[in-house]
């Protein structure tokens, strides 16, 4: 059973960062393309970054060259690093992993 679980949300002023964290179990994961979507009440999930297991990587035109994705394939963990972040990046993110979906954390950009 694929279990994915998503951590570290929270409240952060604009300009600041956080780091949200996966852990999956139930997979292969080194060999498997992780990836982070986020959704706003109201509206379409959309994608924001994925990573593949040769280490490749896309991300959503809005949060290029500010949000990275590393993966720990020892730890069966991926990370999603925000920085810069703005009040447009608050919602909820949700880890992927080809038909599987964590439950989310939520992510406000407050002042």
């Known amino acids: 059973q694929v279990q994915l679980v998503e951590s570290g949300g929270g409240l952060v002023q604009p300009g600041g960062s956080l780091r949200l964290s996966c852990a999956a179990s139930g997979i292969m994961f080194s060999i498997r393309a992780m990836a982070w979507f986020r959704q706003v009440p109201g509206t379409a999930r959309e994608f924001v970054a994925r990573?593949?297991?040769?280490?490749?990587?896309d991300y959503a035109d809005s949060v290029k060259d500010r949000f990275t994705i590393p993966r720990d394939n020892a730890r069966s963990t991926v990370y999603l690093q925000m920085n810069s972040l703005k009040p447009d990046d608050t919602a909820v993110y949700y880890c992927?992993?080809?038909?599987?979906w964590g439950q989310g954390t939520q992510v406000t950009v407050s002042s």
């Open positions: 990573i593949y297991s040769t280490g490749n990587t």
């Open positions: 992927n992993s080809d038909m599987s």
